[in-house]
């Protein structure tokens, strides 16, 4: 009998209010150098729609922000799982802005949201350590692989791994790219199990590359020159990151395929960062060269960037949230089914992993 991180509870928090690509069409969209767009808004929106696949996002609420709905996956995750918080050994929570209030654009990080969701949760446990795991959009499974080391270590039984994001704070409204950005938060509970065969977590893969390509994502001014204050908005380099991401994401989801000693034609389904669907299909297809796989198998690949746009570290877990509970019709897994999650964001950071279903 050999240990093995496993599953056994998901949950997903995905904000009500819908917003449409109309909502857009009175915006004032400019380009870096801060000049006024010449392109109407419906020419920008209908190429951003080709390009990204987006046709709505989620925002929360304006009295939410990202460690309340970070509570509420949590709270699924742990009713699906049936444990009782209590057991848990640690908390990780994936975000990169912490609490940002509607009224207040300045990241919250003190105390951790890992402790603020510990607390909303109710847990006295002092031996259950919670802390935060910022990372770039890749957080969540990052945090996965860190429950994963905990598990092996022999001492730790019970991870939550939350990623929780409210990029609608962070959004430039002059800025077209910000239209990609969404909100919400997914969880998982992964536990120590033990089997005489490969189950659950079988392998992973990490880069970061910070040379070349630690400023393809950054924090900047608004594109707007007459925008009234001093705040913050994310900014990215979409055409660079786009290449850096076909460049390396497809070796990583090999390394991670090779290191499970498992072929991409063994694999169920692949479960991407929702950033830009152009981009995953893009990067999929260069994964399949690597295997020289000519037909391209996209139905392994379930999407929701149309329906719930970029929520950063939320996508992934909200994904396989919607897989496990049968909420993607076209789209099913069983026990035995190999999936791989891979992620790349800010940093900029790539990582993958293989995981079997039990």
Not at 106 to 130: E, H, M, Q, W, Y
Not at 214 to 235: C, E
Not at 288 to 301: E, R
């Given at each position: 009998?050999?240990t ?16 449409p ?8 969209f ?21 390009i ?6 989620r925002?929360?609420d304006d ?7 970070g ?7 742990l009713?699906?799982s049936?444990?009782?918080p ?16 509607i ?13 603020r ?6 847990i006295?446990?002092?031996k259950?350590?919670?802390h935060?795991?910022p990372?770039?959009?890749p ?24 990623g929780n ?8 409204p002059h800025?077209?790219?910000s ?7 997914g969880a998982?509970?992964v ?12 392998s ?13 994502l ?17 900014k ?7 290449k ?6 497809p ?17 169920s ?14 990067i ?8 020289g796989i000519k ?20 996508t ?10 049968n909420?993607l ?23 993958a992993?293989v995981y079997?279903?039990?």
């Amino acid at each position: 009998m050999r240990t093995y991180s496993i599953i056994t509870g998901t949950g997903s928090y995905i904000p009500e209010k819908i917003v449409p690509n109309s909502n857009f069409m009175n915006h004032q969209f400019y380009d870096s150098n801060g000049i006024l767009l010449p392109q109407s808004n419906e020419e920008i929106i209908r190429k951003f729609q080709e390009i990204t696949g987006i046709n709505t996002r989620r925002y929360v609420d304006d009295n939410l922000v990202a460690s309340d709905i970070g509570f509420f996956a949590a709270q699924k995750a742990l009713k699906d799982s049936g444990l009782n918080p209590e057991n848990l050994d640690y908390i990780i929570v994936a975000h990169n802005f912490g609490d940002v209030k509607i009224n207040n654009r300045r990241s919250d990080f003190v105390p951790s949201l890992a402790a603020r969701i510990k607390n909303k949760l109710g847990i006295k446990n002092p031996k259950c350590v919670a802390h935060d795991l910022p990372f770039g959009c890749p957080g969540w499974l990052q945090g996965v692989i860190q429950a994963d080391y905990l598990i092996h270590s022999g001492e730790v039984q019970h991870v939550l791994v939350i990623g929780n994001e409210t990029l609608s704070r962070i959004s430039d409204p002059h800025d077209r790219d910000s239209m990609i950005y969404a909100d919400g938060a997914g969880a998982v509970i992964v536990k120590a199990a033990y089997f005489d065969r490969p189950i659950g977590i079988l392998s992973h893969a990490v880069r970061s590359d910070t040379i070349d390509h630690s400023k393809l994502l950054w924090m900047g001014s608004s594109y707007n020159p007459n925008y009234p204050g001093n705040d913050l908005f994310l900014k990215m380099n979409g055409n660079a990151l786009y290449k850096y991401a076909l460049r390396y994401v497809p070796e990583v989801v090999k390394e991670s395929l090779d290191k499970a000693g498992l072929h991409l034609s063994d694999v169920s389904k692949l479960l991407i960062h929702q950033a830009n669907a152009k981009m995953d299909y893009a990067i999929l297809q260069e994964v399949c060269k690597l295997y020289g796989i000519k037909n391209i198998p996209y139905d392994i690949m379930p999407m929701t960037i149309h329906e719930l746009g970029n929520s950063s570290v939320a996508t992934i877990p909200t994904l396989l949230d919607l897989l496990v509970h049968n909420k993607l019709p076209e789209h099913k897994v069983k026990s035995g089914d190999n999936i791989i999650k891979v992620s790349l964001g800010a940093g900029m950071n790539i990582n993958a992993m293989v995981y079997r279903m039990p």
